[in-house]
């Protein structure tokens, strides 16, 4: 049968078969393939250097019918990295792809200039009209000035197509994003990290930040506030955010919220801006990641005590009622603790997603947690640290919550001569157990930063035999044929018995 036989509809049927990587290689076989491979390999672009590799690809780009193709755009710059690896400080072969790449680039370009730097965002604003079907675009600078022209040509040409927008990098960054007088009519999900300047002396100029927060960065996000579904920010940098927060407008249909920053450095002055933000969105958000870990806890544990006291003030009262997705760090004392179980209970009807990380659970913590879903079985994925592993906790996990499907355990360091933190004690009880009736698909144990031994994952996976990888990666279904296959199904034969 010829191919121009075959319906449409079989073909695309056929290359969801097909793994990515080979797929996108796979031009030749018809028009379907072909466009397919197209889709694969320009669909989200990534610009984080200025190898030839990455020349070839922006050079590809000016091609209308390879630009409209892309639908998701990151750009990483700063200065320090591009200039040093800029290809017209390096010697390219006459003939080689990178060569022409740069022809092309060099044509392209309406003006020449004696800054590198400058002339490589002139290559890459000319790529911006022919992304005409972008809807994510991501941009991060760590030390650059004077943005607005470079941004202001991004916007005019697909601005007002975006529906995720991501901008990370220090105030001069934010200062040209707000400069830019960007649109942003479409967009329902924003991300904003904030980084150290590099190369100060100081590490921030406090007076300096807080005016570019007020005159800036509230202005730019209160204006997107109606039309936000999901708002994610992080900030690593010695920056107080309580006046972000603050002067928050009303989020009428925001689903998703998610904070990594330092509670202790980044609500130094007040922290009621985002605690008023939490409970007044608490009946619509859906996901929730707060990671408000504080800075110096090694050092003083005690430090989190304030985070402690106002993750119960905050949340006991406006319990989150309607999450899927719950990532919380509930610091190492017991106000905290309190305000992930109560997270848990008000969201246990409709939780999928739990992660729990930076603290590690004893059993009883453990207990706590799963048993605070109660008769709901809803929950697919868990992530959690765990001080001890024991069969115990396998076993909570099977009769509490039969439907997980991921499960993801990191265990407390190993003490050398301690059989329960050494697995010793865990190898023998698992012997004793099998869990035909959780219906789990993955596992992944880790210890001390690395993955936890084969001999000890392969006997977990003897003991669940709906197990069908490990760690996401290691597909089980290819070697159930053999030992692990073999015993399995000699246990589940002698408990039939």
């Known amino acids: 049968m010829l191919s121009t036989e075959i319906p449409t ?85 006459q003939n080689s ?49 004077n943005l607005e022209s470079f941004l202001s040509a991004a916007w005019s040409s697909f601005g007002d197509n975006l529906r995720t927008i991501s ?22 999900n924003l991300t904003v990290g904030f980084t150290d300047e590099l190369k100060q002396d100081t590490l921030t100029n406090t007076m300096a930040d807080q005016a570019v927060l007020k005159d800036h960065i509230i202005p730019f996000i209160n204006k997107l506030v109606p039309q936000l579904k999901s708002l994610e920010i992080w900030s690593w940098a010695p920056l107080d955010l309580s006046l972000l927060f603050l002067n928050f407008g009303e989020f009428p249909v ?13 609500f130094s002055s007040d922290p009621s801006g985002l605690a008023r933000f939490l409970q007044t969105s608490a009946g619509n958000l859906r996901e929730l990641q707060l990671r408000l870990n504080c800075t110096g806890t090694l050092i003083n544990p005690n430090t989190e005590l304030v985070l402690s006291d106002w993750l119960q003030n905050t949340i006991i009262e406006h319990p989150f009622s309607r999450l899927t997705f719950l990532d919380m760090y509930p610091t190492g004392f017991t106000p905290g603790f309190d305000a992930l179980i109560a997270s848990i209970k008000s969201s246990a009807h409709t939780l999928e ?63 050398e001569g301690d059989p329960v933190s050494t697995l010793v004690v865990f190898r023998q009880e698992i012997r004793s157990r099998v869990y035909n009736d959780w219906k789990l698909h993955n596992i992944g144990i880790w210890q001390g930063g690395n993955k936890l031994d084969d001999e000890i994952m392969f006997l977990v996976a003897e003991r669940i035999p709906s197990l069908v990888s490990f760690w996401g990666d290691t597909d089980l279904r290819t070697l159930r044929h053999g030992v692990i296959g073999r015993r399995s199904r000699e246990i589940i034969s002698e408990r039939r018995e």
């Open 97 to 145: 792809i990178g060569k022409r790449a740069m022809d092309i680039l060099r044509r392209s370009r309406p003006r020449q200039t004696n800054d590198p730097f400058s002339v490589i965002l002139k290559d890459l604003e000319a790529v911006f009209p022919k992304v005409i079907n972008l809807t994510n675009f991501s941009i991060v600078a760590w030390d650059l000035l």
């Open 254 to 266: 925001l689903e998703k919220f998610s904070i990594r920053t330092y509670f202790n450095k980044s």
């Open 353 to 415: 997603r739990l992660q729990v990380k930076d603290r590690y659970l004893k059993f009883d913590e453990v207990e706590a947690v799963i048993t605070a879903f109660g008769p709901n079985r809803g929950l697919r994925t868990i992530r959690l640290n765990v001080w001890r592993l024991t069969a115990n906790v396998f076993d909570l996990l099977s009769n509490k919550l039969p439907n997980l499907k991921d499960v993801t355990l990191f265990l407390g360091d190993g003490v």
């Open 167 to 188: 901008i990370g990098g220090n105030m001069n960054c934010f200062c040209s994003v707000a400069l830019s007088y960007p649109s942003f009519k479409s967009v329902e």
């Open 9 to 93: 509809d079989v073909w695309l049927y056929i290359t969801t078969f097909i793994p990515d990587a080979q797929l996108r290689n796979m031009f030749a076989v018809n028009s379907i393939f072909f466009h397919t491979a197209m889709d694969l390999r320009y669909g989200k672009v990534k610009v984080r250097d200025w190898t030839p590799k990455t020349q070839e690809i922006v050079a590809r780009l000016m091609d209308p019918e390879v630009g409209k193709r892309v639908r998701s755009l990151e750009l990483r710059l700063y200065r320090s990295g591009y200039i040093s690896r800029s290809p017209e400080s390096k010697v390219v072969g």
